[in-house]
Protein backbone atom coordinates (compact mmCIF):
# COMPACT_ATOMS: atom_id res chain seq x y z
CA UNK A 1 0.00 0.00 0.00
CA UNK A 2 2.88 2.35 0.70
CA UNK A 3 3.84 1.97 -3.18
CA UNK A 4 -0.06 2.13 -4.11
CA UNK A 5 0.32 5.80 -2.35
CA UNK A 6 3.71 6.78 -3.18
CA UNK A 7 2.30 6.32 -6.93
CA UNK A 8 -0.62 8.49 -6.80
CA UNK A 9 2.11 11.17 -5.43
CA UNK A 10 3.97 10.62 -8.52
CA UNK A 11 0.48 10.75 -10.96
CA UNK A 12 -1.55 12.88 -9.41
CA UNK A 13 -2.09 16.19 -11.10
CA UNK A 14 -1.43 19.13 -8.59
CA UNK A 15 -3.11 22.52 -9.22
CA UNK A 16 -3.18 25.73 -7.62
CA UNK A 17 -6.57 27.49 -7.61
CA UNK A 18 -6.78 31.64 -6.18
CA UNK A 19 -10.52 32.16 -4.71
CA UNK A 20 -11.46 35.60 -4.84
CA UNK A 21 -14.08 36.17 -1.67
CA UNK A 22 -14.39 40.09 -1.51
CA UNK A 23 -11.05 41.75 -1.00
CA UNK A 24 -9.17 38.42 0.53
CA UNK A 25 -7.80 36.08 -1.70
CA UNK A 26 -7.71 32.21 -1.00
CA UNK A 27 -5.26 29.63 -2.03
CA UNK A 28 -6.49 26.49 -2.87
CA UNK A 29 -4.39 23.12 -3.88
CA UNK A 30 -6.19 20.16 -5.87
CA UNK A 31 -5.06 17.05 -6.63
CA UNK A 32 -6.19 14.26 -8.40
CA UNK A 33 -5.12 11.10 -10.66
CA UNK A 34 -6.08 10.77 -14.68
CA UNK A 35 -9.27 13.43 -15.33
CA UNK A 36 -11.26 15.15 -12.85
CA UNK A 37 -14.48 14.19 -14.22
CA UNK A 38 -17.21 12.20 -12.73
CA UNK A 39 -14.97 12.14 -9.25
CA UNK A 40 -16.43 12.65 -5.99
CA UNK A 41 -15.11 16.28 -4.94
CA UNK A 42 -13.57 16.38 -1.01
CA UNK A 43 -12.89 19.60 0.46
CA UNK A 44 -10.29 19.59 3.69
CA UNK A 45 -10.78 22.33 6.17
CA UNK A 46 -7.43 22.93 8.54
CA UNK A 47 -7.50 23.85 12.07
CA UNK A 48 -6.60 26.91 13.77
CA UNK A 49 -2.37 26.87 13.63
CA UNK A 50 -1.18 26.20 10.05
CA UNK A 51 -2.77 25.58 6.28
CA UNK A 52 -3.92 23.48 3.51
CA UNK A 53 -0.99 21.46 2.49
CA UNK A 54 0.93 21.71 5.07
CA UNK A 55 -2.12 19.82 7.01
CA UNK A 56 -2.70 17.57 4.56
CA UNK A 57 -0.56 17.03 2.30
CA UNK A 58 2.57 16.62 4.25
CA UNK A 59 5.67 14.94 2.07
CA UNK A 60 7.83 12.88 4.51
CA UNK A 61 10.88 11.73 2.92
CA UNK A 62 10.50 7.85 2.82
CA UNK A 63 7.29 7.74 4.72
CA UNK A 64 5.08 8.71 1.81
CA UNK A 65 1.60 7.12 3.77
CA UNK A 66 1.30 10.21 5.65
CA UNK A 67 0.11 12.64 3.10
CA UNK A 68 -3.99 12.33 3.21
CA UNK A 69 -4.60 13.71 -0.01
CA UNK A 70 -2.24 11.23 -2.03
CA UNK A 71 -4.30 8.36 -0.20
CA UNK A 72 -7.45 9.94 -1.07
CA UNK A 73 -6.51 10.83 -4.80
CA UNK A 74 -5.48 6.64 -4.47
CA UNK A 75 -8.30 6.16 -3.69
CA UNK A 76 -10.17 8.18 -6.97
CA UNK A 77 -11.09 11.60 -5.12
CA UNK A 78 -11.11 14.97 -6.61
CA UNK A 79 -9.26 16.65 -3.31
CA UNK A 80 -9.32 20.55 -2.66
CA UNK A 81 -7.07 22.21 0.67
CA UNK A 82 -7.82 25.80 0.71
CA UNK A 83 -5.94 27.97 3.16
CA UNK A 84 -8.71 30.26 4.71
CA UNK A 85 -7.40 33.66 5.48
CA UNK A 86 -4.55 34.56 8.17
CA UNK A 87 -3.15 30.79 6.42
CA UNK A 88 -0.45 29.87 4.44
CA UNK A 89 -0.82 31.57 0.88
CA UNK A 90 -3.89 33.12 1.59
CA UNK A 91 -3.78 37.23 2.42
CA UNK A 92 -3.08 38.18 5.26
CA UNK A 93 -5.73 40.34 7.28
CA UNK A 94 -4.48 43.42 9.56
CA UNK A 95 -7.60 42.77 11.71
CA UNK A 96 -8.62 39.51 14.37
CA UNK A 97 -10.04 36.55 12.37
CA UNK A 98 -13.32 34.94 13.14
CA UNK A 99 -14.44 32.24 13.05
CA UNK A 100 -17.62 32.75 10.94
CA UNK A 101 -15.18 34.69 8.24
CA UNK A 102 -13.43 31.81 8.10
CA UNK A 103 -16.98 29.69 7.59
CA UNK A 104 -17.33 32.54 4.75
CA UNK A 105 -14.38 32.06 3.25
CA UNK A 106 -14.98 28.12 3.00
CA UNK A 107 -18.43 28.34 1.59
CA UNK A 108 -16.72 30.91 -0.98
CA UNK A 109 -13.95 28.17 -1.44
CA UNK A 110 -17.01 25.43 -1.85
CA UNK A 111 -19.06 27.56 -4.66
CA UNK A 112 -15.93 27.81 -6.70
CA UNK A 113 -15.00 23.84 -6.55
CA UNK A 114 -19.36 23.07 -7.17
CA UNK A 115 -18.63 25.25 -10.42
CA UNK A 116 -15.04 24.57 -11.62
CA UNK A 117 -16.09 20.43 -11.36
CA UNK A 118 -19.83 20.65 -12.11
CA UNK A 119 -21.06 19.19 -8.78
CA UNK A 120 -23.94 19.66 -6.43
CA UNK A 121 -22.06 19.10 -3.40
CA UNK A 122 -18.72 18.49 -1.70
CA UNK A 123 -17.40 15.88 0.87
CA UNK A 124 -16.34 17.84 3.46
CA UNK A 125 -13.55 16.73 6.21
CA UNK A 126 -13.03 19.18 8.74
CA UNK A 127 -10.03 19.15 11.43
CA UNK A 128 -9.86 20.39 15.00
CA UNK A 129 -11.19 24.57 14.83
CA UNK A 130 -11.86 23.91 11.11
CA UNK A 131 -14.85 21.52 12.69
CA UNK A 132 -16.19 25.05 13.79
CA UNK A 133 -15.70 26.93 10.97
CA UNK A 134 -17.13 23.58 8.85
CA UNK A 135 -19.53 23.24 11.05
CA UNK A 136 -21.07 26.58 10.54
CA UNK A 137 -20.92 26.36 7.24
CA UNK A 138 -22.55 22.77 6.99
CA UNK A 139 -25.35 24.23 9.34
CA UNK A 140 -25.80 27.04 7.31
CA UNK A 141 -25.31 25.47 3.90
CA UNK A 142 -26.45 21.36 4.13
CA UNK A 143 -27.36 21.46 0.70
CA UNK A 144 -23.61 21.63 -0.47
CA UNK A 145 -22.52 18.80 1.50
CA UNK A 146 -23.31 15.22 0.28
CA UNK A 147 -21.05 14.10 3.61
CA UNK A 148 -19.38 15.56 6.88
CA UNK A 149 -16.15 14.56 8.65
CA UNK A 150 -16.13 16.50 11.72
CA UNK A 151 -12.03 15.37 12.97
CA UNK A 152 -11.19 16.17 16.49
CA UNK A 153 -13.46 18.33 17.50
CA UNK A 154 -13.43 20.42 20.24
CA UNK A 155 -16.11 21.22 23.14
CA UNK A 156 -15.95 23.91 25.64
CA UNK A 157 -14.46 21.52 28.42
CA UNK A 158 -11.71 20.12 26.40
CA UNK A 159 -8.73 19.74 28.55
CA UNK A 160 -6.40 21.91 25.73
CA UNK A 161 -8.93 24.50 26.00
CA UNK A 162 -9.04 24.62 29.80
CA UNK A 163 -4.97 24.66 29.44
CA UNK A 164 -5.24 27.95 27.23
CA UNK A 165 -7.84 30.01 29.22
CA UNK A 166 -5.13 31.32 30.93
CA UNK A 167 -3.50 33.09 27.86
CA UNK A 168 -6.84 34.49 26.31
CA UNK A 169 -5.14 38.25 27.23
CA UNK A 170 -2.25 37.48 25.27
CA UNK A 171 -4.29 36.34 22.31
CA UNK A 172 -6.25 39.43 22.56
CA UNK A 173 -2.60 41.64 22.09
CA UNK A 174 -2.52 40.75 18.66
CA UNK A 175 -4.24 39.55 15.51
CA UNK A 176 -0.69 36.65 15.30
CA UNK A 177 1.44 34.84 17.20
CA UNK A 178 4.68 33.85 16.13
CA UNK A 179 5.23 30.52 17.07
CA UNK A 180 8.82 28.65 16.97
CA UNK A 181 10.01 25.20 14.68
CA UNK A 182 10.26 23.40 18.57
CA UNK A 183 6.70 24.90 19.20
CA UNK A 184 5.28 23.16 15.89
CA UNK A 185 6.61 19.76 17.65
CA UNK A 186 5.20 20.29 20.82
CA UNK A 187 1.46 19.98 19.17
CA UNK A 188 2.44 16.04 19.32
CA UNK A 189 2.48 15.83 22.17
CA UNK A 190 0.20 17.25 25.05
CA UNK A 191 -1.60 14.10 25.62
CA UNK A 192 -0.15 11.77 23.23
CA UNK A 193 2.60 9.35 24.34
CA UNK A 194 5.95 9.29 22.69
CA UNK A 195 5.65 6.19 21.07
CA UNK A 196 2.31 7.47 18.76
CA UNK A 197 4.41 9.47 17.15
CA UNK A 198 7.29 9.07 14.46
CA UNK A 199 10.25 11.74 15.19
CA UNK A 200 11.05 12.28 11.17
CA UNK A 201 7.28 13.38 10.73
CA UNK A 202 7.22 15.57 13.59
CA UNK A 203 10.64 16.90 12.36
CA UNK A 204 8.70 17.47 8.73
CA UNK A 205 5.98 19.22 9.63
CA UNK A 206 7.28 21.46 12.15
CA UNK A 207 10.27 22.57 9.43
CA UNK A 208 7.39 23.00 7.14
CA UNK A 209 4.60 24.76 9.23
CA UNK A 210 7.46 26.97 10.50
CA UNK A 211 8.26 28.34 7.54
CA UNK A 212 5.04 28.86 5.16
CA UNK A 213 3.12 29.73 8.25
CA UNK A 214 5.65 32.21 10.38
CA UNK A 215 2.85 34.09 12.24
CA UNK A 216 -0.26 32.55 13.42
CA UNK A 217 -3.72 33.77 13.93
CA UNK A 218 -4.85 33.99 17.02
CA UNK A 219 -8.17 35.11 16.45
CA UNK A 220 -9.66 31.42 16.23
CA UNK A 221 -8.12 30.85 19.71
CA UNK A 222 -10.26 34.11 21.28
CA UNK A 223 -13.77 32.25 19.68
CA UNK A 224 -12.65 28.89 21.17
CA UNK A 225 -12.19 30.14 24.80
CA UNK A 226 -15.52 32.62 24.39
CA UNK A 227 -17.95 31.59 22.08
CA UNK A 228 -17.98 27.65 22.53
CA UNK A 229 -20.52 26.08 21.52
CA UNK A 230 -20.29 27.57 17.79
CA UNK A 231 -22.15 24.22 16.51
CA UNK A 232 -25.36 23.14 17.32
CA UNK A 233 -25.59 18.96 16.38
CA UNK A 234 -29.14 19.26 15.75
CA UNK A 235 -28.52 21.54 12.66
CA UNK A 236 -26.19 19.17 11.42
CA UNK A 237 -28.67 17.40 8.86
CA UNK A 238 -26.06 15.34 6.45
CA UNK A 239 -24.54 12.30 7.52
CA UNK A 240 -21.81 13.11 9.90
CA UNK A 241 -18.76 10.94 11.24
CA UNK A 242 -17.27 12.08 14.13
CA UNK A 243 -13.75 10.97 14.65
CA UNK A 244 -10.75 11.44 16.84
CA UNK A 245 -7.78 10.08 18.54
CA UNK A 246 -7.33 7.58 21.56
CA UNK A 247 -5.01 10.80 23.50
CA UNK A 248 -6.81 13.66 21.73
CA UNK A 249 -6.71 16.66 24.08
CA UNK A 250 -9.37 18.52 22.57
CA UNK A 251 -11.71 15.85 21.23
CA UNK A 252 -13.19 12.67 23.86
CA UNK A 253 -15.71 10.56 24.23
CA UNK A 254 -17.08 12.47 27.42
CA UNK A 255 -17.50 15.47 25.67
CA UNK A 256 -18.66 14.40 22.38
CA UNK A 257 -21.02 11.72 22.61
CA UNK A 258 -23.96 13.85 23.89
CA UNK A 259 -23.48 15.92 20.73
CA UNK A 260 -23.09 12.89 18.36
CA UNK A 261 -27.12 11.58 20.11
CA UNK A 262 -28.30 14.68 19.22
CA UNK A 263 -26.97 14.19 15.31
CA UNK A 264 -30.41 14.07 13.12
CA UNK A 265 -29.48 12.42 10.28
CA UNK A 266 -29.45 8.39 11.04
CA UNK A 267 -26.37 8.06 9.02
CA UNK A 268 -24.01 8.31 11.66
CA UNK A 269 -20.67 6.93 13.07
CA UNK A 270 -18.58 7.94 15.83
CA UNK A 271 -14.53 6.34 15.42
CA UNK A 272 -12.05 6.15 18.26
CA UNK A 273 -8.80 5.71 16.43
CA UNK A 274 -6.06 4.11 18.26
CA UNK A 275 -2.38 5.26 18.82
CA UNK A 276 -3.39 8.72 17.94
CA UNK A 277 -4.03 11.89 19.14
CA UNK A 278 -5.07 15.65 18.24
CA UNK A 279 -2.26 15.02 15.31
CA UNK A 280 -3.65 12.04 14.29
CA UNK A 281 -3.55 12.16 10.18
CA UNK A 282 0.08 12.28 11.19
CA UNK A 283 0.58 9.68 13.74
CA UNK A 284 1.06 5.81 13.99
CA UNK A 285 -2.84 5.79 13.47
CA UNK A 286 -2.94 7.99 10.36
CA UNK A 287 -3.89 4.60 8.32
CA UNK A 288 -6.64 3.58 10.28
CA UNK A 289 -7.71 6.86 9.91
CA UNK A 290 -7.25 7.41 6.18
CA UNK A 291 -9.18 4.34 5.88
CA UNK A 292 -12.10 5.20 8.02
CA UNK A 293 -12.48 8.74 5.93
CA UNK A 294 -12.26 6.97 2.98
CA UNK A 295 -14.86 4.27 3.95
CA UNK A 296 -17.42 6.84 4.93
CA UNK A 297 -17.13 8.88 1.85
CA UNK A 298 -17.35 5.86 -0.48
CA UNK A 299 -20.22 4.63 1.26
CA UNK A 300 -23.75 4.46 -0.59
CA UNK A 301 -26.40 7.55 0.33
Known sequence: MNEAVQRAHEMAHETRHWVTHGDIRLHVWEKYQGT??????IVLAHGSATAGIESF?????GR???????FLVEQGFD??????RGFGRSTYPDSFLSTDEASEDLNAVVDYVCALRGVAQVHLLAWSWGTQYGGRFVMAHPHKVAKYISYAQMHANSPDLVARRSRLDTFRRSPYIRITEQGWKLRFDSMTPPEANLPEVVDAFAAVAARVQPRSPTGPHIDLLTLLPLVDATQLTVPVML???QYDDVA????LLPFF?????PDKRYIVIPDAGHMMHLQKGHRRFQHEVASFFLSPG
Open 243 to 245: IHG
Open 261 to 265: RQLPH
Open 57 to 61: DLQVP
Open 252 to 255: DLDG
Open 36 to 41: AAGKKV
Open 64 to 70: PTFSLMD
Open 79 to 84: VFAPDV
